[in-house]
Structures are given as C-alpha cells and as structure tokens.
C-alpha cells in the first residue's frame, strides 16, 4: 500500500554531510499526508535504531539523542518525500538507513515494529 524507495547514500570522510531521500508511493487511496515518516538505521550486527520520525498532523521531527543537532529531517508533502540532511558525520553512523511510513506511529513509537512499511535501505559508510 505504501512504497519507499531511499536514494543518497555513500561513503564519505567524517565530518562531511549527506542528504537522503526517501520518495514514497501511497496505494492505498489515501494521502501521503495521513502518513507518519521516519527514517531508522541498522549497524553491522546491531538492532535496527530509531534516527528520527514526524507525525501526520504536525511539521516537529522527533530525533534519537546520538543524532540531535547534527540531522534534520525534512518532510516535502507536495513531493511526497521527506529528507534526512546529515552533518558532521561520524564513524559510528555507519549504517544501512531506511526510511519508514505508518498511519499511526507517533514521535514516541520508537521500536521497529511500530512502523509498517519500510524502503529497500541505502548504505551510508563515514570512514574515519
């Protein structure tokens, strides 16, 4: 019903910035702006992470501790795309980052499971 397809990843040096995309496809018949989005990141042997989400009804991005002030998320409703801008980068956020969609998550659902559909992923590698 939902579609997500993440692009921008790569390898980068830390300290340096990337942007991912996520353009999703709504199916269902509703809208992209009944969705809540976030994008999530699994490490090499390691649980998947909440990165960061925001909520149908407002413009507020919720972000994980190891993330506050160096990602931003940005939600583009007219493109039915959100954005993750990534600053200052560092070696452990090496990881395959996806993005994600539910109608009901909220900024506090921060477990996996919490969110029903989820993109292919794209491997960001920050080399130290």
């Known amino acids: 019903q939902v579609q997500l397809v993440e692009s921008g990843g790569g390898l980068v040096q830390a300290g340096a910035s990337l942007r991912l995309s996520c353009a999703a496809t709504?199916?269902?018949?509703?809208?992209?702006?009944?969705?809540?989005m976030g994008w999530f990141r699994q490490a090499p042997g390691k649980e998947r992470e909440f990165v960061t989400g925001?909520?149908?009804?407002?413009?507020?991005?919720r972000y994980a501790d190891s993330v506050k002030d160096r990602f931003a998320m940005v939600r583009d409703n007219a493109k039915s795309a959100v954005y993750l801008q990534m600053n200052n980068l560092k070696s452990e956020d090496t990881a395959v980052y996806y993005c994600?969609?539910?109608?009901?998550?909220?900024?506090?659902?921060?477990?996996?499971?919490?969110?029903?559909?989820w993109g292919q992923g794209t491997q960001v590698t920050v080399s130290s």
């Open positions: 709504i199916n269902s018949g509703r809208t992209f702006t009944e969705y809540s």
């Open positions: 925001i909520h149908w009804s407002d413009n507020s991005p």
């Open positions: 994600v969609s539910d109608r009901w998550a909220t900024t506090s659902t921060r477990g996996a499971a919490g969110w029903n559909y």
